[in-house]
């Protein structure tokens, strides 16, 4: 079962693998970093000491193989990662499990799970890493029963067309072992969002994942090329085409559904070589307005860094990037044919043009270092690492009573600058007003195009025993008004789920939103498929 491997366990309340979590000695030290922290932390739970309900409802004999009530199954699918979800865990309040959870091999059993749940008014939510921070894969109607839809024994690359350089891929396959049945070939995704460890395919389509690459291919819908899924009402598949202009496109529908329309079982995805040249270097700026102007003209000069990370003064101190009180740009660049150090050459060039200062001034060619690892910047190592690490340190902080959360968005160029100053004005007001402490809020851009930027913002402050969700659900609707009323998007890469409603409710058109109530009734007319989502 997904949470009770016998070699490795996932952590059913927080961030990854249970043996990579902080120790309470860690816990500790990361909570002296700020005041008004326990002087100890919460103990990590065990499934053992959560109480649940009993199953409400019984599978049929014939799908009765796939099914687990057991409690380290449900207690595991009862939550995403996001922080409200770490709060509750680690108060042991688990009040709403999956009355059972679903581990389907095949696509007829998927079929047979849907069957069967319509006619017996058995909510369904899919379920693929549990990686969800938006509440996509929490149901939170209490009366109803549901099953969680665990799809990751559809976990295998079917067929690799190397003359179209595309793949079939099953939708529960997750990132780790998604490019290994690749890289013997050769070959790579090149799609890598932070969760990459825990998240599928199909998790990735149906949220619009965004992956770590910061221009051009930004999110999992460029590599899509066809789609299979299964509704209530039958299979749906697209045809495999470079491109069509034949109406509306049926992959755009199940692009974001997030489990609403369909369970993607199957995708053709395009894929490319894997890189072996691959090289990185900083630049720090002394001013936001050089920092967004040298960010903008890498973003229109048509190089496209497969990294472009832009980090405020109190992201690069956080992440260990500097230590100067400087806006740090992280640049990444990479091929699969060819060196790249000119190419880095040209982007550090326009950076460096806008008064940047090149904090990585022993460069050399990458021919010299190893082709799979390529020459790497110490900032922006530093910024790796962080990132890598930075959801098992939250996990640590929110054992020590901090709030520790992210909310991400994007706007046009235009509108950036005024979005970063108002967010950063009002929301210390904000912060100061709910919690009593000013804490910490940074950000960065961590995706950028020719027309605007994806800011990423990092909240982190002190928050009292019994009130955390109150006092965050306020922090987290002040900086949803705040991103309303500046027309930026409500989540840039997060999906929707349910935490993100009442904002997407009011940034997509009325009339769309009842075009998209009319197909969730056509093709899901009994309404079992992950109720709450996107639509009422």
Known sequence: MAYGS?????????WGWEDHALTDEQCGSYGALMSGLAESPIPAPSVDEIRIREPRVKPPDS????????????????????????????????????????????????????????????????????????????????????????????????EIDTVSLAARIQGGVL???????????????????????????????????????ATLHTHIDDFVESIRAVTPVGVSESWRLPGSGAGPSPDRLMCGSEGTLGVITEAWMRITRRP????????????????????????????????????????????????????????????????????????????????????SPQQRSDSETDPQRGQTDSAAEAWRSSFLRMPYVRDG???????????????????????????????????????????LLNCRLTHVYTDGAAPYFTVIAAARRGSELAMWDEIKAASMEILHRHRATV????????????GYDRQRPDLFAGALRAVKDSLDPAGILNPGVLIG
């Open 175 to 213: 990132g780790p072992d998604l490019e290994n049945q690749l890289r013997p070939s050769g070959f790579t995704l090149r799609h890598f969002p932070q969760s990459f460890e825990f998240s599928s395919l199909g998790g990735w389509i149906a949220t619009r994942a965004g992956g770590h690459y």
């Open 397 to 439: 902080m929110v054992r020590m009573g901090a709030i520790v959360e992210t909310f991400e968005t994007a706007t046009t160029w235009d509108r950036l600058e005024s979005l970063y100053a108002d967010v950063n004005a009002e929301m210390a007001q904000v912060i100061q007003q709910v919690t009593g402490s000013p804490g």
């Open 491 to 502: 989540t840039h890469h997060h999906a929707v789920g349910r935490d993100h409603r009442p």
């Open 6 to 14: 016998i070699d490795r366990r996932r952590s059913w309340w927080g």
């Open 276 to 359: 072996a040249h691959k090289r990185s270097a900083s630049v720090a700026f002394t001013s936001s307005a050089d920092a967004f102007g040298a960010v903008r003209a890498i973003a229109q000069s048509g190089l496209y860094p497969a990294n472009c990370r832009l980090l405020d003064p109190g992201e690069a101190a956080l992440s260990g990037a500097t230590e100067r009180g400087e806006w740090v740009l992280v640049l990444g660049v990479e091929s699969a044919l060819h060196p790249v150090d000119g190419l880095l050459d040209d982007v550090m060039a326009l950076a460096m043009s806008f008064r940047g200062t090149n904090r």
């Open 63 to 158: 799908l009765a193989s796939i099914f687990s009530h057991q409690p380290v199954d449900r207690v595991g699918h009862t939550y995403g990662k996001a922080y409200r979800d770490v709060v509750r865990a680690l108060a042991r309040n688990v009040e709403n499990p999956p009355d059972l959870v679903a581990f389907p091999q095949s696509e007829e059993d998927v079929l047979g799970v849907l069957d069967w749940a319509s006619e017996s008014n058995v909510a369904v939510v899919p379920f693929g890493g549990g990686s969800s921070v938006v509440g996509g894969v929490e149901f939170r109607d209490p009366e109803r029963p549901f099953v969680s839809l665990d799809m990751t024994r559809l976990n295998r690359v079917l």
